[in-house]
């Protein structure tokens, strides 16, 4: 399974009663590009009554390695399209968080590598707390973080599976 990036414009009506177009991303666990546009789909209609304006603009395979999941999330149990959602709470936003690793070789030489953590946070500096309390316990290797940058991304949809596990970590960790 991998990430899919999605961008989205649907109609929505405004609190004043006018109509307004607005864009949406999401992320989505998925096998295809096809899957993850029409999860995308799936998602937007319950988001609208004007299910014909919804346009999927773009899919693009994410290099997201590792997403964090905590309490800035909403989560939907019921499962659509097989997958469950996240929403982010008011307030908060995903960030991803950029993390170098170094450790020594067998030659005694010091090698880099640089990953990127997905966080969902109330501000950069709270994601980059949360992360580093992620990494801090699990990582053997020193780790630096190196930025951090906030993302459009307003809902994330997992395979139930996925909820599963972090329903796990989320647990063992407290």
Same mark, same amino acid.
């Given at each position: 399974?991998?990430?899919?990036?999605?961008?989205?414009?649907?109609? &929505?009506? *405004?609190?004043? $009663?006018? /109509?307004?177009? @607005?864009?949406?991303?999401?992320?989505?666990?998925? @096998?295809?590009?096809?899957?993850?546009?029409?999860?995308?789909?799936? !998602?937007? +209609? =319950?988001?609208? +009554? !004007?299910?014909?304006?919804?346009?999927?603009?773009?899919?693009?395979?994410?290099?997201?390695?590792?997403?964090?999941? +905590?309490?800035?999330?909403?989560? =939907?149990?019921?499962?659509?399209?097989? /997958?469950? &959602?996240?929403?982010?709470?008011?307030?908060?936003? /995903?960030?991803?968080? &950029?993390?170098?690793?170094?450790?020594?070789?067998?030659? $005694?030489?010091?090698?880099?590598?640089?990953?990127?953590?997905?966080?969902?946070?109330?501000?950069?500096?709270?994601?980059?707390?949360?992360?580093?309390?992620?990494?801090? #316990? @699990?990582?053997?290797?020193?780790? &630096? @973080?190196?930025?951090?940058?906030?993302?459009?991304?307003?809902?994330?949809?997992?395979? #139930?599976?996925?909820? *599963?596990?972090?329903?796990?970590?989320?647990?063992?960790?407290?």
């Amino acid at each position: 399974m991998k990430y899919f990036k999605t961008a989205s414009v649907l109609t &929505e009506e *405004q609190p004043d $009663g006018g /109509l307004e177009n @607005i864009k949406r991303e999401f992320l989505i666990e998925a @096998i295809t590009f096809g899957d993850a546009e029409n999860s995308a789909i799936v !998602f937007l +209609n =319950d988001m609208t +009554n !004007f299910k014909e304006t919804i346009c999927v603009e773009k899919v693009e395979k994410s290099k997201i390695s590792d997403l964090l999941f +905590n309490d800035s999330f909403e989560v =939907d149990k019921e499962v659509k399209h097989g /997958l469950i &959602e996240y929403s982010l709470s008011e307030g908060s936003a /995903l960030y991803a968080v &950029e993390v170098e690793y170094s450790e020594e070789n067998d030659k $005694g030489k010091l090698k880099k590598s640089k990953d990127t953590v997905w966080c969902p946070a109330v501000s950069p500096t709270d994601a980059i707390s949360l992360v580093d309390d992620y990494l801090h #316990p @699990i990582e053997q290797r020193d780790y &630096e @973080i190196k930025g951090v940058k906030y993302s459009k991304i307003s809902h994330v949809m997992v395979l #139930p599976e996925t909820y *599963q596990k972090h329903v796990n970590r989320f647990d063992s960790a407290a």
